[in-house]
């Protein structure tokens, strides 16, 4: 079965420092997601991209973060100058299109801000 | 905004009992209900929705009902197993043409006790 794929799977970084997490969503899905949760917290929606773009996004995403697709598989987050708070794990997710609800979750990447 | 309340946030049982999940949402307008099962470290997985027309879904152990006057939806597991100890999560959301970014209850972290 097609899963959601990301990367690195465990990341430490100092306070202020910039962080890419990377995700290759499932080949034919139309919509990509970024979720984020705080240990021991709920799964807290980020931001979502449909057709190159940023069809929505919550609150939490703030100027500090972007995605991007940068060629037709990948799909990343950046966050720009990371904060103590940012430690949590971010999924990556994504959904097939019109004929489809179904939101796959990627493992996980999980960042440590110290 | 839609606001998903998820009750309870432990639950622990005796195998072979039941156990139920509740959550309530606020939007009326949310029309789709995923649950996801979490195991520790890993990433969500979908084990059954229901959709606004239907009052109840069933699939092998676990069941789905939803009260749309009431705004809530529930989790039915029955002949509980000590594999069915994880984090559960409710989803809610509106499913409208290819747009679909559901909301998340805290999280129910159920103990089945062998």
């Known amino acids: 079965e097609p899963e959601v794929t990301q990367t690195p799977s465990h990341q430490v970084t100092q306070m202020g420092q910039e962080v890419i997490l990377r995700c290759v969503p499932i080949?034919?899905?139309?919509?990509f997601y970024w979720y984020r949760q705080i240990l021991g917290q709920k799964v807290e929606f980020l931001v979502s991209?449909?057709?190159?773009?940023?069809?929505?996004k919550s609150e939490i995403f703030d100027d500090q973060f972007s995605v991007e697709r940068p060629d037709g598989s990948n799909f990343t987050l950046k966050i720009r100058s990371t904060k103590l708070e940012d430690s949590a794990m971010y999924f990556c997710?994504?959904?097939?299109?019109?004929?489809?609800?179904?939101?796959?979750f990627g493992e996980g990447s999980w960042l440590t801000v110290v | 905004g839609e606001n998903v309340e998820q009750h309870p946030s432990t639950l622990s049982v005796q195998e072979g009992d039941s156990a139920v999940i509740k959550c309530t949402y606020s939007d009326s307008a949310s029309n789709y209900f995923p649950w996801y099962k979490q195991e520790l470290g890993k990433r969500p997985q979908l084990i059954i929705d229901?959709?606004?027309?239907?009052g109840e879904k069933k699939d092998q152990r676990i069941a789905v009902t939803l009260n749309k006057t009431a705004k809530h939806f529930s989790l039915h597991i029955t002949e509980t197993q000590p594999e069915d100890s994880a984090v559960y999560f409710c989803a809610a959301g509106v499913s409208s043409g290819g747009s679909y970014i559901p909301t998340f209850g805290r999280g129910t972290s159920l103990i089945v006790h062998p």
């Open positions: 080949s034919n899905h139309l919509y």
């Open positions: 997710a994504s959904r097939g299109g019109y004929s489809g609800n179904t939101i796959y």
């Open positions: 229901i959709r606004s027309n239907v």
């Open positions: 991209f449909y057709n190159n773009e940023i069809s929505e």
